[in-house]
């Protein structure tokens, strides 16, 4: 099975990235994380980028705030699926991270999630890696149910209320 690989471009993003650490974990998906800077540690960033591949990874995600370089540098050297992970920062909110996520160049393609959208990263990852997995993909739909069922509980719960004004 291939392995997601979660890459932070400080160690202070740790907290932001968890709600994925505990996804992957919940599916049964490997995974590694590292701390790799695009400023840095450019070298680093390419060197894993280019040996992802030989190394298991299936799907990247890289979570950076502020300049949030971090997901197109390593895109620019890797053909493997790389989802950017804007880290909501005290500058301005994360929208400085999501803006420089999402506007990549021509060729050169990320796909992002909202601002601190770890668990959401994590789901799209097992997305992916679900298109060759059977087992994932079983893992995902079982997610979705659940989900489901949780809204409709709500809605009747919602509906008992209403009754009873």
């Known amino acids: 099975m291939k392995k997601v690989a979660i890459l932070m471009g400080s160690d202070s993003d740790f907290p932001a990235v968890s709600d994925a650490l505990k996804q992957l974990k919940a ?98 990852a097992a997305q992916i890696l679900g298109v060759h997995d059977a087992d994932i993909a079983d893992k995902l739909s079982a997610f979705k149910a659940d989900m489901a069922e949780k809204i409709r509980s709500k809605d009747k719960d919602l509906q008992k209320m209403i009754t009873e004004l």
């Not at 695009?38 to 980028?49: I, L, S, V």
């Not at 799907?59 to 804007?86: R, S």
């Open 27 to 124: 599916f049964d998906i490997p995974f590694e994380a590292h701390v790799i800077s695009a400023h840095r540690t450019p070298y680093d960033a390419e060197q894993f980028a280019k040996n992802a591949r030989d190394n298991g990874i299936g799907v990247i995600i890289a979570a950076a705030g502020k300049a949030a370089h971090l997901a197109g540098v390593v895109a620019a050297y890797t053909t493997l699926p790389v989802i950017g992970l804007p880290i909501k920062s005290s500058t301005m909110d994360g929208l400085d991270s999501l803006l420089s996520i999402v506007q990549m160049p021509s060729g050169v393609p990320v796909a992002t999630v909202a601002i601190a959208g770890a668990q959401n990263a994590a789901l799209l």
